[in-house]
């Protein structure tokens, strides 16, 4: 039997998700980016696409890429698996029993077919989460009177009180 691994190749932001990419995550830039590695933009993203059913198709406009080598992706393997594994048994709630939902997602994919479904599907999810975050943190013009003193830290914000209560949170104690 054929064993199905994801997250061991290199990922690549390609097209307007690469422009976005690139606006969100600067390298070597701490004042300005909104994460530190790309593959911590590339986690993040899968969540809130999967949190907000955001997804997107593949854009190959001819646009620079943004790649995530495999030895990041190697890296952090735990979390996108784990994360892998949530998306599985979620998606396909309601399509079998619990128990089975569960099983599939702890036993892995087992065909080919299988594997580029949920792979694809992953990553629809993590396009979908770039074009969110893009747009809540840099599209986003905040309010004079959010309480911050500067736009980013007023959009990341904004962020966080749409997936949750951060109402009793303010900026100052932060």
């Given at each position: 039997?054929?064993?199905?691994?994801?997250?061991?190749?290199?990922?690549?932001?390609?097209?307007?998700?690469?422009?976005?990419?690139?606006?969100?995550?600067?390298?070597?830039?701490?004042?300005?980016?909104?994460?530190?590695?790309?593959?911590?933009?590339?986690?993040?993203?899968?969540?809130?696409?999967?949190?907000?059913?955001?997804?997107?198709?593949?854009?190959?406009?001819?646009?620079?890429?943004?790649?995530?080598?495999?030895?990041?992706?190697?890296?952090?393997?735990?979390?996108?698996?784990?994360?892998?594994?949530?998306?599985?048994?979620?998606?396909?709630?309601?399509?079998?029993?619990?128990?089975?939902?569960?099983?599939?997602?702890?036993?892995?994919?087992?065909?080919?077919?299988?594997?580029?479904?949920?792979?694809?599907?992953?990553?629809?999810?993590?396009?979908?989460?770039?074009?969110?975050?893009?747009?809540?943190?840099?599209?986003?013009?905040?309010?004079?009177?959010?309480?911050?003193?500067?736009?980013?830290?007023a959009n990341v914000m904004a962020l966080l009180e749409?997936?949750?209560?951060?109402?009793?949170?303010?900026?100052?104690?932060?």
């Amino acid at each position: 039997m054929a064993s199905f691994e994801f997250f061991k190749k290199e990922f690549e932001f390609r097209g307007k998700h690469a422009r976005m990419a690139g606006e969100l995550w600067i390298q070597n830039d701490y004042g300005r980016t909104y994460f530190r590695r790309l593959i911590d933009l590339y986690i993040t993203a899968a969540v809130i696409g999967f949190r907000v059913d955001r997804k997107a198709k593949a854009d190959y406009a001819p646009n620079e890429s943004k790649s995530i080598f495999p030895e990041q992706m190697i890296g952090a393997k735990e979390d996108l698996d784990f994360i892998m594994q949530m998306i599985m048994i979620l998606e396909n709630s309601g399509k079998m029993a619990p128990e089975e939902s569960v099983k599939k997602a702890f036993r892995g994919v087992e065909t080919q077919e299988e594997f580029e479904y949920y792979r694809d599907l992953f990553h629809s999810y993590v396009r979908g989460g770039v074009e969110e975050l893009y747009e809540r943190l840099i599209l986003r013009s905040p309010e004079l009177d959010e309480g911050v003193y500067d736009g980013k830290t007023a959009n990341v914000m904004a962020l966080l009180e749409r997936f949750g209560d951060f109402s009793g949170v303010s900026p100052a104690s932060c």
